[in-house]
């Protein structure tokens, strides 16, 4: 009877440890899996942080002329209209088609944060724990690999409107009949939309990248404590 009882106690025994080996083992994946969760939410959280303050930035009065970093140039296609235009007394407006360019993606950036937001939401990240210990703007760099495309057709419409609203679409339609009308030269036809899409975007990218950065090598600058707790891993890279 006795053997039969510590029989039964030993088996007892044996199940509770591999239960509990079990348990722990779960609890560890789970644990693995809520890092890799906040990290990615940390990532999240700094490139939707970049969004918002660079559209703050971009957005007011000379926010992408004014700055040399962001400034839409004009096109390879159309420097030389700008060239010819000055060569024949027409300087002014050719620095007005400059101008309005940058004001029209002023004018569009605003609208970019929800369509930016929204991507980085939906975004997923294949290893969060490598992009963190990669280099200053490695997250932003992932973004614009994986939404470059699907942003510029969301935000092409809202540059598309604002070249009208700000009178860019006029002022271009002008330089361009002036410029093909001059002797010898090749007419051009700009689609000025696409153009001016892609530099607002990649100047919003600018600026995401320097949010990043700033939130990687300054304290100071993680100001949430998911922001703390995620950066300060890669603090020891």
Request: charged share 20%.
């Given at each position: 009877?006795?053997?039969v009882?510590l029989?039964g106690l030993?088996?007892?025994?044996?199940?509770t440890?591999?239960?509990c080996?079990?348990?722990q083992?779960?609890?560890g994946?789970?644990?693995?899996?809520g890092s890799?969760?906040n990290?990615?939410?940390?990532l999240?959280?700094?490139?939707?942080m970049?969004?918002?303050?660079?559209?703050?930035?971009?957005?007011k009065?000379g926010?992408?002329?004014?700055?040399?970093?962001?400034?839409?140039l004009l096109?390879e296609?159309?420097?030389?209209?700008d060239k010819?235009?000055?060569?024949v007394?027409?300087g002014?407006l050719?620095d007005?088609g400059l101008k309005?360019?940058?004001?029209?993606?002023?004018n569009?950036?605003?609208?970019?944060k929800?369509?930016?937001?929204?991507?980085?939401r939906?975004?997923t990240?294949?290893d969060?724990?490598?992009i963190?210990?990669?280099?200053?703007?490695?997250?932003t760099?992932?973004l614009?690999?994986s939404?470059y495309?699907?942003?510029?057709t969301?935000?092409?419409?809202?540059v598309q409107?604002s070249l009208?609203?700000?009178?860019?679409?006029?002022?271009?339609?002008?330089?361009?009949n002036?410029?093909?009308?001059?002797?010898?030269?090749?007419?051009?036809?700009?689609?000025?939309?696409k153009?001016?899409?892609?530099?607002?975007?990649?100047?919003?990218?600018v600026?995401?990248?320097?949010?990043?950065k700033e939130?990687?090598?300054?304290?100071?600058a993680?100001?949430?404590?998911?922001?703390k707790s995620?950066?300060?891993?890669?603090?020891?890279k």
């Amino acid at each position: 009877m006795k053997k039969v009882m510590l029989l039964g106690l030993l088996t007892m025994g044996s199940f509770t440890l591999n239960s509990c080996d079990e348990l722990q083992q779960a609890m560890g994946n789970t644990t693995q899996g809520g890092s890799g969760f906040n990290v990615a939410s940390g990532l999240k959280q700094a490139l939707e942080m970049g969004v918002s303050s660079g559209v703050d930035l971009l957005s007011k009065d000379g926010g992408y002329f004014k700055d040399q970093a962001v400034r839409i140039l004009l096109p390879e296609e159309l420097q030389k209209v700008d060239k010819t235009l000055r060569s024949v007394g027409l300087g002014s407006l050719a620095d007005q088609g400059l101008k309005v360019l940058n004001e029209a993606a002023e004018n569009a950036v605003s609208q970019a944060k929800p369509i930016f937001l929204s991507a980085i939401r939906n975004m997923t990240f294949t290893d969060a724990m490598n992009i963190l210990k990669g280099d200053n703007t490695a997250a932003t760099t992932y973004l614009k690999n994986s939404t470059y495309s699907s942003l510029e057709t969301a935000f092409a419409p809202k540059v598309q409107a604002s070249l009208s609203e700000v009178g860019a679409d006029k002022v271009w339609e002008n330089i361009i009949n002036k410029y093909n009308q001059i002797p010898l030269v090749k007419p051009v036809e700009p689609n000025l939309t696409k153009y001016v899409t892609q530099q607002a975007i990649n100047g919003l990218f600018v600026k995401v990248g320097d949010k990043e950065k700033e939130i990687r090598t300054n304290i100071a600058a993680r100001t949430t404590p998911l922001l703390k707790s995620v950066f300060a891993m890669q603090d020891n890279k």
